[in-house]
RNA sequence: GCGGCUAUGGCGAAGUGGUUAACGCACCAGAUUGUGGCUCUGGCAUUCGUGGGUUCGAUUCCCACUAGUCGCCCCA
């Protein structure tokens, strides 16, 4: 084998990626309803960017980053997330002048993160997700959780948990961040590695560490919801009131610390419980970043969005065993025997496609059993013959492959015929 | 970044330190010289991920690499 594919990526072959259209057709036609509108940034961005946005304590930036020199000795890094380059793109272009405030986006494209590849995790994935900027309204906040729902309802899935939690503002953040070194300080040396060096730097993953999570003071550790001020409290209630409002389940965990930085108010994540899943259940990751649009270089500006993965979107329908209605089969076959009825099928065949229909023929010279039976395996709804007997009659052969029934028609009424066989189907 | 398991034809899968590598599916041909889905017959891996080692001999034993897979960390 002389050639393969890079680790942690896939080629997503016929069949599958009808799928992805699938997918991908339903995301944005949500993404219409709600007046969504698609932006496409460069796949690639300067490293500084994610630095800053990102934050260069988290993972992404410590250890999964795509990062390399350019010819012009620029860092270039591929981008791990979505989020960035949209606010990038948002203050470059100034589009908080825009009067239709809040300015809502959408995207879907690849990401790179260097990981070791697992069930549900790739170097090259694919992420859709929205960003609404210039709101502080908990209305939308409720609108851009219930727009990712609305993806998977719509998809089929049913086995689904909305988790939230609020990591409140700026001072409550603070308060709460001074309780949990507190809480911890003293006997952090009965912890992990990592809850010690978060003591300092981010005490509140502490809570989210996987390891120590039955130690007694996981227990009884201060909750950020009991250190939301006022204002941040009364900010994450009117949003569970918009979700309840709209239906949609939820269960609040305060345990909740999405991975990066740039998070305040609104956490949020849609995890699969079906069966079976896998280590990694987390479909869909987002939040408010009040504070990014500002450190990125533009004017003081809320916003919030999530991300999903199609990858383990489509690793949850296949969990629940669900099966998308992607469109398979062909309408026509067509049959041709000898030299003449070759050069005349040309032309019929194109006939037929140019009037909407999705047709096929033979090009690897088989006889006419041979045809009959590629026909059959493209599940071809009806298949037409021509022979040197029907070319001589000006007829064709039509037959419907389900019932078996042959009848002949004339040549010059083939394409009307096949059209209002295929249409009353 | 760390750990477990795996690597045989297009796919699934058995197998043994020794001159012919099961089987199933798919595919091709024929039985049916102009008709599919069923049946029957035949065909289809100078070769067992790559490289090296042990051995008279390795697909089978050992090592490395690569990849897949599952898990940890973390995330989508």
Redesign the pocket.
Known sequence: ?SF?????TQDILPGEAEKWQYIEQMARDICRRYNYQEIRTPIFEHTELFLRSVGDT???VQ?EMYTFEDRGGRSITLRP?GTAAVVRSFVENKMYGNPNQPVKLYYMGPMF?Y????????RQ?V?FGVEALGSSDPAIDAEVIALAMELYHSLGLKKLKLVMNSLGDAPSRKAHRQALIDHFKGRISEFCE?CQSRLEKNPM?IL????DRDHELMETAPSILDYLNDESRLYFEKVQLYLTKLGIAFEVDPRL????DYYNHTAFEIMSEAEGF????????GGRYNGLVQEIGGPETPGIGF???I??LLAALAAEGITLPVAQGIDCFIVA?GEKAKDESVILVNKLRQSGMKVERDYQD?????Q???A??LESAY?A?L????LEKQVI?I?N??T?E?TEVSLHSFVQYMKTAVESK
């Open positions: 084998m393969q594919i890079p680790r942690g988290t993972d992404i250890k997330e993160r990981e070791r590849p697992q069930a549900g995790r790739f994935f992420q990592d993953r989210d560490c996987k390891k610390v999405r991975g990066l896998g280590a990694i259940t987390t479909l869909c990751g991300a999903l993965s990858e383990r025997l088989r006889k006419v059993k041979a009959l039976k590629a059959d395996r298949v013959i022979g040197d007997d029907e052969a037959k492959m389900a078996g042959q």
